[in-house]
């Protein structure tokens, strides 16, 4: 479910989650965060689909922020690994079909999917980011970091949770820094199980 937050140098605080692909919905989403003063978000979308599922719902929230008139800034995010079950249970576990989980895209149709969005929306600022760093293996890492070069916004969700902090056996923040993912250009939502050391490697990387 994507989620807009208000920039932090932009009015009131606050956080709007609606349903993907609704433009509706987008739109109503951002007039109630423009009543309450707040003109410019951070938007972060992503969905399970295909690349072209990816795309055509991309669209159609793009339609409802542009309908709003309210300034976006829009990360484009992506998830292809133990979406719903920590890594050491993983194979000890047998799920039904339909609640299987795991990549719906590789790492070049990732970075397809970018240039498309970009190409297709000029008026749009794109930035880019795994979902949450344990949900993403090292190669769509690799990609994430390699789009990222061209200066654009990075933005993930770290340690919203205190299980996520055992998901995989490596620290999420280790992770977003093996790739070169921390930075001035890099915000991080929640961070609320963070330890020091993890706090310390955050504030001297600039993010």
Request: proline share 6%; glycine share 6%.
């Amino acid at each position: 479910m994507p989620a807009l937050h208000p920039r932090a140098d932009q009015g009131r605080p606050g956080l709007v989650r609606h349903r993907a692909g609704d433009p509706d919905d987008v739109f109503v989403a951002c007039c109630n965060l423009i009543s309450t003063g707040v003109t410019a978000v951070q938007y972060m979308f992503h969905t399970f689909g295909s690349p072209s599922e990816y795309l055509e719902i991309l669209e159609r929230s793009l339609s409802g922020i542009r309908r709003s008139g309210i300034r976006a800034q829009v990360i484009l995010g992506i998830t292809d690994q133990y979406e719903f079950i920590p890594q050491r249970l993983m194979h000890s576990i047998n799920l039904p079909s339909f609640v299987s989980s795991g990549r719906k895209m590789n790492p070049s149709e990732f970075r397809e999917i970018f240039q498309s969005a970009h190409n297709q929306n000029p008026d749009i600022n794109f930035g880019v980011g795994p979902v949450a760093p344990q949900w993403c293996s090292d190669e769509m890492l690799e990609a994430i970091s390699e789009i990222a070069q061209r200066e654009v916004r990075i933005h993930t969700h770290c340690l919203e949770s205190e299980s996520q902090r055992n998901w995989i056996i490596e620290s999420p923040v280790e992770r977003l820094s093996n790739f070169n993912l921390l930075g001035p250009r890099t915000s991080l939502a929640h961070g609320v199980w963070l330890n020091n050391i993890e706090l310390k490697k955050i504030h001297e990387s600039g993010t």
